[in-house]
């Protein structure tokens, strides 16, 4: 079997979660989606588990934290260009989310842009020049 991951997240709204997710790029799985949860596609080895806060609840240990007051995760997804890391955030904030959500990172080589879900969970879109980043001095 191939290593992959499954990131759970809790979720206020299933349906405006599903949405916002399918505007980022995922594709649902209806095998493993139902009332209680959406199974969000990234790639191959990436899964997004949304999941409504009672269901969501019965597999974590402690309180539910809210995403929107603080920060517990960050979740990086690289992109092929400078215009996809526009282009996600973008489809971020037209599908309910918050687009750059702290300042705009350029390095000439590497570009990120962060942006929030409907519930506050912060992603980063990151495109790099593999080449330049190994011939960059240390920043």
């Not at 690289?78 to 918050?98: F, L, N, P």
């Not at 590497?110 to 879109?125: C, I, K, L």
Request: charged residues 25%.
């Amino acid at each position: 079997m191939p290593k992959m991951i499954f990131v759970n997240l809790p979720v206020q709204d299933l349906a405006t979660a599903t949405r916002f997710y399918e505007a980022i790029g995922c594709e649902k799985n209806e095998q493993f989606s139902d009332d209680q949860a959406s199974s969000m596609v990234w790639s191959d080895a990436i899964t997004f588990q949304l999941l409504t806060h009672g269901y969501f609840a019965t597999f974590a240990p402690k309180p539910i934290a809210n995403a929107r007051e603080t920060v517990g995760a960050l979740f990086a997804l690289t992109r092929d260009s400078r215009e996809e890391v526009d282009g996600i955030t973008e489809a971020a904030a037209s599908a309910g989310g918050k687009a750059d959500v702290r300042d705009r990172m350029d390095m000439g080589w590497m570009y990120n842009r962060a942006f929030a879900d409907p519930d506050g969970h912060v992603f980063e879109a990151v495109w790099m020049d593999m080449s330049a980043a190994f011939a960059a001095p240390n920043e």
